[in-house]
């Protein structure tokens, strides 16, 4: 082992833990976009609203508060979507999968247009 | 120590033994690779990368075109036995076995005399997670959540690096 390598090694590590800092600290989104089975909507992330969509298995409630968003009421069996609790981040999602909602932080302008299944 | 011998006076070969020579060495990092599928690792997607090892062995031998050329037909055939040719996994792995192999020759032609094994595989191991991480955010676009998942493979794959290099320093000989 050269000194060479123990400087790569190093540098490495440096540029992984900084890639990790910056997805931890990294700014939030600001817009919430709710897909459902019925239609798509989008939300600013900062005005506080109560929100009420379709699912597929009846009315599904959001709420947006202080920057934050969750889901308050779902008829789904286990529940998930409502333990989540509030997400902040960009790029934190909550899914509901028995009623086919999912709600996401994302930034403007950086909208995936579609993913092929 | 054949085989070895048969990498260093590879252009003395017949036409015939070549491809032998590049069979066996596909073969033989193939099996490398299943072996690395079936050990249990931490985080799901992850490969410690065994199959770099003769990948490795021939860079470090200058053999740079026998090991792009092993390490494109290892991916081919590791996808056709695993059903997944023309899909997003053998992209990734092509694209990361393809850009480890050019990382390490790059950095063992102009800077070889610097580096030991070790330092050759980690920058190996790097360049794999890099390009991999480039391949995705090419279809997906740049996220949080990728930031976060390159990262903490970068941070994996040094691990992956030493113990591929300590791997080659110690079974060099074998060969």
């Given at each position: 082992m050269k000194i060479t390598d123990i400087i790569i090694i190093l540098l490495i590590i440096f540029l992984g833990t900084a890639g990790l800092v910056y997805s931890f600290n990294s700014p939030g989104g600001d817009n919430v976009s709710i897909q459902t089975p019925y239609g798509d909507y989008d939300y600013p992330l900062n005005k506080n609203t109560l929100i009420s969509v379709r699912g597929l298995r009846g009315p599904y409630k959001i709420e947006i508060k202080d920057n934050r968003v969750r889901a308050i009421e779902a008829d789904c069996p286990l529940q998930l979507c409502i333990k989540k609790g509030w997400i902040n981040r960009d790029g934190d999602s909550i899914v509901c999968i028995p009623n086919r909602v999912i709600i996401r932080i994302e930034k403007k302008g950086?909208?995936?247009d579609a993913v092929t299944e | 120590m054949q085989l070895l011998n048969d990498i260093r006076n590879y252009e003395k070969l017949k036409n015939n033994y070549k491809i032998y020579l590049i069979s066996f060495l596909t073969a033989f990092s193939g099996i490398l690779s299943s072996l690395d599928s079936m050990i249990p690792k931490p985080?799901?997607?992850?490969?410690?990368?065994?199959?770099?090892i003769i990948t490795l062995v021939l860079i470090l031998e200058d053999r740079f075109f026998l090991a792009v050329w092993v390490a494109i037909s290892r991916c081919v055939v590791g996808a056709l036995m695993t059903g997944t040719i023309l899909s997003y996994t053998f992209l990734l792995s092509t694209g990361g076995a393809v850009g480890a192999t050019v990382g390490m020759g790059l950095v063992f032609r102009?800077?070889?005399?610097?580096?030991s094994e070790i330092g050759i595989s980690v920058i190996g191991a790097f360049f794999n997670t890099l390009i991999q991480g480039l391949i995705v955010t090419m279809f997906f676009g740049i996220d949080r959540g990728i930031v976060f998942l390159i990262s903490l493979f970068i941070l994996f794959s040094v691990v992956n690096g030493i113990l591929t290099g300590f791997i080659v320093k110690r079974f060099y000989h074998f060969l």
């Open positions: 950086q909208k995936i | 985080i799901p997607m992850a490969k410690i990368g065994i199959a770099n102009y800077a070889g005399k610097h580096f």
